[in-house]
């Protein structure tokens, strides 16, 4: 048999549009001699759908769209596909589902047994497990196909932030392969995260060592909010030997034939840097974020530092260096190498760009009644500070709502971790390109951004110079926090390893870790306000790290 794996780069909630762009893929993989075509995880309405999944005859669409696809497929090719569905359950319950269409009708259909409900899933919000007694493979053309979506794959796994269901739920791969599957098929939506494809290659040869079976992967591409999907689908044959992979970040139809050669080469998984891959998953969150939002420019503030240069060269390889549109708003702090490196940027990048200084309007706060009193009391100090950066927000936001330019946000991941941000000033804007980027991986990215483009983009004086938001005289990042690569490491460890003060004392000094550790609790008020961001971590600020903000936690226990 020969089998097509489509990663498509759906959009949640577009049911007609997903649809068709199944029904233009089914019919490449029929003009490449496939007799059946798989599609990855909830495929029809997009992953992830939330709470769209509550609307009134949102389950009943789906399920008509999928039985409108299998009447408009004529020919003789099987499809297998993603989709919820409320048909043969209780009242109100539904399943995240998989289907197989042929012949103008839905033959077979397979209910999701393992519903994930850590990080950003929420699965069991919605969905009902699958029934035990369905578990079984499903026939097509001779072959049984040990057919099960995502998450059932990682029955077992022990890791804090994967699957780890009670003993209770069994392992649906051990029961379709015990059931005598030919093939075990796995259709998923598993989002990206660095170190992810090995994970998932490590689960597969576990399965594959274990049943002797072959092992088809395929998986989503694209972004959905702060979500990306890295696609890298992949098939293993029995003896373990990686056989086809797909292109991380694009969509792409390849197939696979159950009877070739056993002598056929072994792949290589095919590695990229963790530069390349950062820098690959950002583009495309912020290309596809904006798209499937309905903007084709976006706006931000240009300050000279590496931060902001690292999202315009980011946003104008996602949508074009003329789309992108970028504010020099130098203040009366601001140094000159600042707007020589900004017009330097610009020029490399060919961006559009306006110069608007922003002294005049911070004179005329000073000059207020009582506000300009506030000020005076103590000049350059954090209210002024603030208001500077607040005043740059709002010229943004003016250029943004003037002409439909989403605004993009340029902190990361360790200012955002201990509040080096201004409410409404810096943090002010529609997406938060890099609130999942370390200040250390900043600098990384943006070298590999030379690298990779064989020539210099970001000014080599943008990634030499101290960090400093310029907002009073003098001013360096590191007088108000700890050096980046001391702070970047006790906030992964605070962070993506959930580890106490205690045990991270043992490696760096216990005052800073106390002021990082405090400084993270105290400012999740701020980050519950920032933009929305890409998700690049285990563990990124979003709707997968759930911290109270109203709260004191005493984080070394006597």
Known sequence: ??????????????????????????QQAEQAGADLVLFSELVVCGYPPKDILLREGFIEACDRAVERLARDIKSEIGVILGHPTGRDLPAGRIANAASLLHQGKVVSRVHKLLLPNYDVFDEQRYFRHGDLKQIKPIEFQGLKLGLHICEDAWWGQPDTFYHNQPLELPDPVKILADAGSDLLINISASPFEIDKRERRHQIVDAHVSQYTVPYLFVNQ??????????????????????????PGFKE??????????????????????REEQLFQALVLGLRDYMYKCGFADCVLG??????????CAIAAEAI????????????????EHSVADSLELVKNLRLDYEIIPIDEVHRAFENLPVIGDDLKIQPAGLADQNLQARIRGANVMVRSNQHGWMALATGNKSELAVGYCTLYGDMAGGFA??????????????????QRGGRTLIPEHILKK????????????????????????ILKGLIEDELS???????YPIETVRWVANKLDRNEFKRRQMPPGIKLSTRAFGSGRRMPMAARFQWEIE
């Open 252 to 273: 792409g139809l390849q197939v696979y034939d159950t009877e070739q050669s056993l002598e056929a080469v072994s792949l290589e998984i095919e590695t990229s840097s």
């Open 466 to 489: 101290a960090p400093s938001a310029e907002l009073a005289p003098n001013q360096l990042d590191q007088d108000s926090l700890p050096p980046y690569d001391l702070l970047d490491s």
């Open 221 to 246: 591409v694209g972004g959905n909010d702060d979500l990306v999907f890295d696609g890298h689908s992949f098939v293993t044959d029995q003896n373990n030997q990686i056989v086809l992979q797909m």
């Open 433 to 450: 390109v890099l609130s999942d980027v370390f200040k250390r991986d900043v600098y990384r990215v943006a070298e590999h951004v030379n």
């Open 1 to 26: 048999m020969k089998i097509a794996l489509a990663q498509l780069n759906p959009t949640v909630g577009d049911l007609s549009g997903n649809c068709q762009r199944i029904w233009e893929v089914v």
């Open 501 to 507: 003060v205690q045990s991270l004392a043992r490696e």
């Open 320 to 335: 074009a260096p003329e789309r992108v549109h970028a504010l020099l708003l130098p203040s009366r702090y601001s140094s």
């Open 302 to 311: 240009l300050s000279g530092g590496i931060d902001s240069a690292l999202a």
